[in-house]
């Protein structure tokens, strides 16, 4: 049974920091690729950052430079740091697993197998 569990959301200001963990089970050897996504009012799901089993990363665009996409080395957690907020990154964050590699596909999240519940960041 998989499991990912999002945590660390919450209110900043704008130019603050967050870190979002994402605590997951059960996927074990299956997984390759991690990511997060958002999903803010009336937008779609889009992703943010994704990372691959090698540690391969990809950012979004709108998100390169101010946010960090990493795992802990016993590969059961990954995270977001999130810095230099802006009102704009308000959204829901999501992550998620697929079995596939990130390569080029990583931001289509028709390919994630798994999903968590997602956590509120809001931005002010």
């Known amino acids: 049974h998989v499991q990912l569990v999002e945590s660390g959301g919450g209110s900043v200001q704008a130019g603050g920091s967050l870190r979002l963990s994402c605590a997951h089970s059960g996927l074990r050897y299956e997984w390759n690729c991690m990511g997060w996504f958002r999903q803010a009012p009336d937008k779609e799901r889009e992703g943010v950052a994704g990372?691959?089993?090698?540690?391969?990363?990809s950012y979004a665009r709108s998100v390169k430079g101010r946010f960090t996409i990493s795992k802990d080395n016993a590969k059961t957690t990954l995270y977001l740091r999130m810095n230099s907020l802006k009102p704009e990154d308000t959204a829901i964050y999501y992550c998620?697993?697929?079995?596939?590699?990130?390569?080029?596909?990583?931001?289509?999240?028709?390919?994630?197998?798994?999903w968590g519940q997602g956590t509120q960041v809001t931005v002010s």
């Open positions: 990372i691959d089993s090698d540690g391969t990363i």
């Open positions: 998620a697993a697929k079995r596939d590699e990130c390569g080029m596909t990583w931001k289509w999240r028709s390919l994630y197998n798994y």
